[in-house]
Nanobody, 116 residues
């Protein structure tokens, strides 16, 4: 059974940084294209960053240049480094497969709140 556990969220001031982690069990994340998603209050979940099996990455325009995504294959863990955070980055962040038709069950997510 696949389990994805997100962590690292919190309350941060605008301009601050956070690093989120996605620890996986029951699957090997380096074998798949993986994504970081977020769901702002009252809005749909959206894909904001992806890391491909090659290690290359892609980002939605709103986070490009501020977020980076990486993977530690030995730990089977994926990370989202978020810099220069803005209030509009406030959301619950999740990790999952990058392609909808291959989604695993969603984890609990981790709350990121950007506020002064």
């Amino acid at each position: 059974q696949v389990q994805l556990v997100e962590s690292g969220g919190g309350l941060v001031q605008p301009g601050g940084s956070l690093r989120l982690s996605c620890a996986a069990s029951g699957t090997i994340i380096s074998n798949y294209n993986m994504g970081w998603y977020r769901q702002p209050p009252g809005k749909d979940r959206e894909l904001v960053a992806a890391i491909f099996t090659s290690g290359s990455t892609n980002f939605v325009d709103s986070v490009k240049g501020r977020f980076t995504v990486s993977r530690d294959d030995a730990k089977n863990t994926m990370y989202l480094q978020m810099n220069r955070l803005k209030p509009e980055d406030t959301a619950v962040y999740y990790c999952n497969r990058a392609i909808r038709s291959y989604w695993y069950s969603w984890g609990q997510g981790t709350q990121v709140t950007v506020s002064s």
